[in-house]
């Protein structure tokens, strides 16, 4: 399977402090894309990274990729109370498999 | 921006009864997948549909399940017996392409099996 895992499963942190989450992940990919989610809510995407691309940028997130390792981190920069969400990293040949998630909590 | 939405948010329904869950996918899209997230544990995928058939399935997605796209628009999800363990958020997803695109996802539909 080409499942991603995310650790750590949770994370706490006080806002402003910088939240890194990583990934790992077992066969070859196209893509691989990082999903917020808030509470009972649905998959919001905030980021995707091609197999090609070692790191990428969004506001203030940042993504690496490292294909050799099969893995991924995701970075929030200046966290937020609002960052308070699951994410998870999803691997995408033709469909997309997700992680089990890492649950952050960002304290005001 | 467009977005997928899906009808109804929420539905219960008793065990055995069919439950029939609907999606509009972005309208220019052409891949359209559901997945399922059973309460406190991860995203699963159920099936994933093109060109008006199937184009892949998972193991959970057994002979209860079917998808349909009656029309232009919508594309459905049908579970014919539920059952209790079929209680979960079930997600539609739409992208416009087979190349490495962004999966859209709706907001979910939860369903309670009592």
């Known amino acids: 399977s080409q499942q991603g895992e995310e650790d750590p499963q949770a994370l706490s942190i006080q806002e402003g402090e910088n939240a890194t989450m990583n990934c790992s992940y077992k066969?070859?990919?196209?893509?691989l894309q990082w999903y917020r989610q808030n509470s009972g809510r649905g998959l919001v995407h905030l980021i995707l990274?091609?197999?090609?691309?070692r790191e990428k940028h969004s506001g203030r997130l940042r993504v690496t990729l490292d294909t050799s390792k099969k893995s991924s981190s995701l970075l929030i920069t200046a966290s937020r109370a609002a960052d308070t969400a699951s994410y998870f990293c999803?691997?995408?040949?033709?469909?997309?498999?997700f992680g089990t998630g890492t649950r952050l909590q960002v304290f005001p | 921006e467009p977005e997928v939405t899906q009808t109804p948010s929420h539905q219960v329904t008793q065990m055995g009864q069919e439950v029939i869950l609907r999606c509009v996918p972005i309208s220019n899209h052409l891949y359209f997948y559901w997945y399922r997230q059973i309460l406190g544990q991860k995203v699963e995928f159920l099936v994933s549909f093109y060109n008006n058939e199937i184009s892949e399935k998972s193991e959970i997605f057994d002979d209860q399940f079917s998808v349909e796209r009656p029309d232009g628009s919508n594309f459905t999800l049908k579970i014919r017996s539920t059952k209790l363990e079929d209680s979960a958020m079930y997600f539609c997803?739409?992208?416009?392409?087979?190349?490495?695109?962004?999966?859209?996802f709706g907001e979910g539909s939860w369903l309670t099996v009592v």
């Open positions: 990274i091609r197999s090609n691309e």
């Open positions: 066969t070859s990919i196209n893509n």
């Open positions: 997803a739409s992208k416009p392409d087979i190349s490495g695109n962004t999966i859209y």
């Open positions: 999803a691997t995408a040949s033709d469909k997309l498999i």
